[in-house]
């Protein structure tokens, strides 16, 4: 059994470095156990260019508060450097990225210092393989602000095989019947773009060359922009102090697409969704002030 892993670091791990060791790590493709593995820093600051790259890629406007979805851009570093660790039985480059649960407490000022720990522990089988929850907190001043749960899934050998199609279901139909769907381009260089704000350098946002020998006839989005670029759409609903931001990654969103984006209130909550103009969805979700 392999023993649990817990380190304090003095600052981020170094990007390049974790993405060279995600480049040519070599690990055997089948179920293995997952140790708790953990991580923190104790101070964070968002970097002011950074945080202006990301703003403009995703359709933030700056307001002196970090939008809710870029501490897991902050916490990045911290992500690849646990997925990199030889205890970890899979290699971070075939991980998939198909849910996120983003909760947070209060707004956080751009410039303040942050601590923030990551942990990875366990993994659950699935129809595809073995999915695993990555969580993540950001205390500001000895508190608690922010917190999220992103789930991976690792596709292994002999697992069942996803659906061609992700079609609405009847009830998210109707759900949405009455919006009014905003249209967007999803330019062919966003996914260098969002790279360039965040960080994540995956070859299957890049470019058709760098996708194509994961299996994708040309590259995609990141979930983690096509969400952020819905919570910069949904405007002062994604601004209110305390919220739960919730959604599911359904299909690839290939760049240089044109898609359409709808919203509808529910109990409170605003329903979201993505999907191309046939209809298959890409991303669903919802905002829930808390």
Known sequence: MSSPFSRE???LPSLGLQLVRAAVARKPARAAEVPRLELRVRHVVAEPPRLSRYRAVCGFEADGFLPASFPQVLAMPLHMALLNRPEFPY???GLIHVRNVIRQFRRLPEGAPLAISCVLEG???VRLGREL???TRVESEGVLAWESVTTMLRRLPGAGEASRKARTAPEEDGRF?????ARWTVPADMGRRYAQASGDYNPIHLSTLSARPFGFPRAIAHGMWTLSRCLAEMGEAGE???LTLTCEFRRPLFLGSQVQFQTARQEGDVAFRVSSDEATVHLVGALAPA
């Open 133 to 135: 929850d990555l969580s």
């Open 91 to 93: 290699r971070l480059l």
């Open 177 to 181: 019947r009455d919006s009014r769907p």
């Open 240 to 242: 209110v102090p305390s």
């Open 123 to 125: 993994q659950r089988e």
């Open 9 to 11: 670091l003095d600052a």
